[in-house]
């Protein structure tokens, strides 16, 4: 009666899936050894088979979807409603339903479902889940808020920045749902292989059960009994899907961290990276230039200074955007007319009845106009009125206090080649780079330059061995693209960047990197020990069972665990801690002891 009630649901099913798949699949075979164990007399065995099997498909159901949950629920991050403010009434609607510029209210307890900017208001928010801090971060008015952060204490008023399609917590979901669809190399390997592996052990069955016995002049009986044990055998399902879980825990364990992999095979080339470059301005240093000194000929310095950032207004590069905020104007922009852009060196514009050009030596190089350029640790505007040299604005941009950990991280797990890409001077390239640490850099360069530069340097890369960009413009869009693995660092920064990059910190921290890159070996590490673990354990299991040392229970019993190792030595990968960098830095402390 156990062997109805067990397969009854098993044949239903199994009939439905050959109709619809018209493959073999776990249950077809496993109702096949138990039709033929009931065949050869063998009835209880049969019956053991099928509930050791349903047992196990249970068990290891269970195991999948909580794994499955306890990442899903880490990425559950949008409210079914939010509280809109209309007309000075609280209002609940869908956030689909609210618009840029519309003011919502959000109490403490509650998760922000819109980007938006505080405009009344003080609170502490939990934004762990977009960028892994544990410390919380207060806001108050003017503060810009992001979806999917938690609010702790205070109630909020918040104006919309972004509809709900474009919000960080939808852009980040739409960003893991396409992960899915992004396969590993290993994961191609062992679906191929999966393919390979059924059909084979099958035809093995066929001819050790019949063909075996009667060109041998045996008994069929035993034969047709260990033939039973391979087909219980004969699902590669188990470790396929513990590849697959195992990269799907690997991004949501760096998703708990802040990172976001746009797919497994992103995981998979990152595990095996040997070179990291990184693009300087917004990446290593904080993009915030600060002017320190002003240097004017035939003209007061304060007017050279109004006349550069008349003639930066237009450009977003962040020294024109400094120059802009040192200035202290409140620009008309009807005065300028005639804006030209000469990328990567300057801009030039038309006020007042003259030209004014704002820009480095290269750009006064090529309008003809002699500068006095003189060698010196900071960045350099050079300004020409009417092509005649009006004199300099030297700005210095700040490391972020990340910078120096995030190369001595990198040195730490093993990075050794490490390349600074900057625009600036070779004398300012040359300070950064001392104080990081780095010892190889490229100065001068414009966009094109970056794209030829790290075009030789994946050419001078061995087999195997995979180069990371990291940057954060939209002007590094071309280069993340080239780059084996390219990363933007700072969230969202552009649709260009994001688009390009296979990777997102969604902190400004690039020390995440080497987190990043330890956390894919790890992921890595595993899926190799769940192919070996599943190739041993497959093997020595096939191999009894012919020799018939394993019964059919047996096989099946030992299938069914083994399963739920492999399955969950896979989840390990969602519970890599943050302490992995630290605990390779004391390793290597140790080792030079």
Request: charged share 25%; with cysteine; hydrophobic share 45%.
């Amino acid at each position: 009666s156990c062997v109805v009630i067990t397969g009854y649901d098993m044949l239903i099913d199994t009939v439905t899936k050959l109709k619809r798949e018209s493959e073999f699949n776990a249950s077809l075979l496993i109702v096949i050894t138990a039709a033929g164990a009931f065949v050869i007399d063998k009835g209880a065995e049969g019956a053991a088979v099928m509930l050791i099997f349903r047992a196990g498909e249970v068990v290891r159901s269970k195991l999948v979807r909580r794994s499955a949950n306890d990442i899903e629920s880490f990425m559950d991050l949008r409210p079914e409603a939010v509280n809109a403010v209309i007309n000075g009434a609280i209002v609940q609607m869908a956030p689909g339903k609210i618009n840029v510029g519309d003011v919502i209210s959000v109490s403490p307890g509650e998760r922000i479902a819109l980007d938006g900017v505080v405009i009344s208001g003080e609170s502490e928010l939990d934004t762990s889940a977009l960028d892994g801090k544990a410390a919380p971060v207060f806001v108050t008015e003017g503060s810009k808020v992001l979806s999917g952060s938690m609010n702790l204490k205070g109630v909020l008023n918040m104006r919309v920045t972004a509809d709900f399609d474009h919000s960080t917590v939808s852009r980040i979901l739409e960003l893991v749902e396409e992960a899915e669809n992004r396969k590993a190399a290993p994961e191609k390997r062992i679906g191929k292989f999966a393919r390979i592996y059924t059909p084979a052990v099958a035809a093995a069955a066929l001819i050790l059960g019949i063909l075996v016995p009667v060109f041998g002049g045996m008994p069929i009986n035993p034969w047709l009994q260990r033939a039973l044990g391979l087909l219980v055998l004969a699902s590669p399902a188990a470790y396929v899907i513990s590849v697959s879980m195992t990269y799907f825990a690997g991004n949501g364990g760096a998703s708990k961290k802040g990172i976001i992999f746009k797919g497994a095979d992103v995981i998979d080339t990152m595990s095996r990276t040997t070179s990291v470059v990184f693009d300087k301005t917004g990446t290593l240093t904080d993009g915030i230039y600060r002017v320190v000194d002003v240097s004017a000929l035939g003209l007061p310095e304060s007017r050279l200074l109004m006349l550069a950032a008349y003639a930066e207004l237009f450009s977003d590069h962040p020294i024109a955007h400094s120059i802009v905020v040192a200035a202290d104007i409140m620009p008309d922009f009807a005065k300028v007319s005639d804006f030209r852009e000469y990328p990567g060196k300057g801009t030039e514009i038309e006020i007042g009845g003259n030209s004014v050009a704002a820009g480095n030596a290269l750009l006064m190089e090529e309008l003809g106009v002699g500068a006095d350029i003189s060698q010196t640790e900071y960045s350099a505007v050079y300004i020409a009125v009417n092509r005649q040299y009006a004199g300099r604005i030297l700005l210095r941009d700040t490391l972020k206090p990340d910078s120096v950990k995030a190369v001595k991280d990198l040195h730490t797990i093993g990075i050794d080649r490490i390349v600074l890409f900057t625009g600036d001077k070779r004398e300012v390239a040359a300070d950064i780079a001392g104080q990081l640490g780095i010892k190889e850099f490229y100065a001068e360069c414009l966009p094109e330059d970056k794209f030829s530069r790290l075009k030789g340097l994946l050419n001078m890369q061995l087999k195997g061995d995979k180069l990371i960009f990291a940057g954060n413009g939209a002007d590094d869009a071309p280069i993340l693209k080239m780059a084996d693995v390219g990363i933007a660092v700072g969230g969202f920064t552009s649709n260009e960047t994001t688009d390009a990059a296979d990777m997102i910190i969604m902190t400004d921290e690039a020390s995440k990197i080497a987190s990043a890159i330890t956390l894919a070996r790890y992921t890595d590490k595993i899926v190799r020990q769940n192919i070996m673990l599943s190739t041993g354990l497959k093997g020595l299991i096939l191999l009894l069972a012919a020799l018939g040392i394993a019964p059919m229970w047996a096989a099946a019993l030992a299938d069914a665990v083994f399963a739920l190792i492999v399955l969950t030595n896979a989840k390990r990968a969602f519970g890599i801690k943050g302490r992995d960098i630290r605990e390779i830095r004391r390793n290597k402390s140790d080792d030079e002891e």
